[in-house]
Nanobody, 116 residues
Framework: QVQLVESGGGLVQPGGSLRLSCAAS????????MGWHRQAPGKQREFVAA???????NYADSVKGRFTISREYAKNTVYLQMTSLKPEDTAVYYC??????????WGTGTLVTVSS
């Protein structure tokens, strides 16, 4: 089994910054990609950003230029640096890990609230 533990969420004013972390542990033999999704109240979960084993990154259009995903291989940890936050970024952010055979694992989520 794989466990994902997110941290770093909280309340921030519009224009502010936060950094989310996600640490993976357990039976991790290989990781194809790690990333973040989010779910705002009353909305479906949506893709935010991902980073592959080869350090290729991909972002949702809504966060390009504001969010940066990075990865620390030695710690099986992925980060999401969020800047210029907007109220519409308010959501529960979920970490995701994808194994080479396509199996996804999810964290339990961390709440980000952007409000003045």
């Amino acid at each position: 089994q794989v466990q994902l533990v997110e941290s770093g969420g909280g309340l921030v004013q519009p224009g502010g910054s936060l950094r989310l972390s996600c640490a993976a542990s357990g039976s991790i033999f290989s990781i194809n990609a790690m990333g973040w999704h989010r779910q705002a109240p009353g909305k479906q979960r949506e893709f935010v950003a991902a980073i592959t084993r080869g350090d290729s990154t991909n972002y949702a259009d809504s966060v390009k230029g504001r969010f940066t995903i990075s990865r620390e291989y030695a710690k099986n940890t992925v980060y999401l640096q969020m800047t210029s936050l907007k109220p519409e970024d308010t959501a529960v952010y979920y970490c995701m890990l994808l194994t080479p055979d396509g199996t996804p694992y999810w964290g339990t989520g961390t709440l980000v609230t952007v409000s003045s």
